[in-house]
């Protein structure tokens, strides 16, 4: 199993640019999630989706669009990439049968110039 | 709202010493305690976690104390070694929110040789 991969590794953007975060996981887990980890700020949820078809928000939505394409797969999608967004970004999953252990990516570093 | 207070920011305990980080939460409906440890340029991975129905969970060098009258939790680590240098992550989180985790903002544990 190769667990939660992400791609890219990382990425540098121009402001206003739009990108695509792609996650996938391979555990046949049911809830994924995205965070943003920026120094001295710990994990903050950007979206997450509790089932295939289905997302919410999380702390920190803005700027930001999910699609939970299938159960294996849910990608983040930068419209118009700013500054503030420069961070790294995870993504996890957790199964059923334990929705509160999150197994993570190994993130992607996002520099927005 | 929901928040978690990681102390302190920066440990720096000697080799073979004791090392102690401490989070207070707010929630008193949060059941569920985790601790992740993220080495440097790598994923956070959860080490230990505790629930609401114990006060104390010991995993060999690591333990988690639990006092849900204070809404606080600790994490020990005894007999400190070089490999656990690192940011260790505290969260919280409750079944009512299906498990979405509300973290601390991170301890950088140095350990001195």
């Known amino acids: 199993n190769a667990g939660v991969t992400q791609t890219p590794k990382f990425q540098v953007l121009k402001t206003g640019q739009s990108m695509t975060l792609q996650c996938a996981q391979d555990?046949?887990?049911?809830?994924m999630y995205w965070y943003r980890q920026d120094p001295g700020m710990g994990l903050r949820l950007i979206y997450y989706?509790?089932?295939?078809?289905?997302?919410d928000k999380g702390e920190v939505p803005n700027g930001y669009n999910v699609s939970r394409l299938n159960k294996r797969e849910f990608s983040l999608r930068l419209e118009s990439a700013a500054p503030s967004q420069t961070s790294v970004y995870f993504c996890?999953?957790?199964?059923?049968?334990?929705?509160?252990?999150?197994?993570f990516g190994p993130g992607t570093r996002l520099l927005v110039l | 709202g929901e928040n978690v207070e990681q102390h302190p920011s920066t440990l720096s305990v000697q080799e073979g010493d004791s090392a102690v980080i401490k989070c207070t939460y707010s929630?008193?409906?949060?059941?569920?305690f985790p601790w992740y440890k993220q080495e440097l340029g790598k994923r956070p991975q959860l080490i230990i976690d505790?629930?609401?129905n114990v006060g104390e969970k010991k995993d060999q060098r690591i333990a988690v104390t639990l006092n849900k009258t204070a809404k606080h939790f600790s994490l020990h680590i005894t007999e400190t070694q070089p490999e656990d240098s690192a940011v260790y992550f505290c969260?919280?989180?409750?079944?009512?929110?299906?498990?979405?985790?509300?973290w601390g903002a991170g301890t950088k544990l140095i350990i001195k040789p």
């Open positions: 505790i629930r609401s």
């Open positions: 929630d008193s409906a949060s059941n569920y």
């Open positions: 989706s509790a089932s295939e078809g289905t997302t």
């Open positions: 555990m046949n887990h049911n809830s």
């Open positions: 969260a919280q989180g409750k079944v009512a929110s299906n498990y979405q985790l509300i």
């Open positions: 996890a999953s957790s199964p059923w049968t334990s929705p509160e252990t999150q197994y």
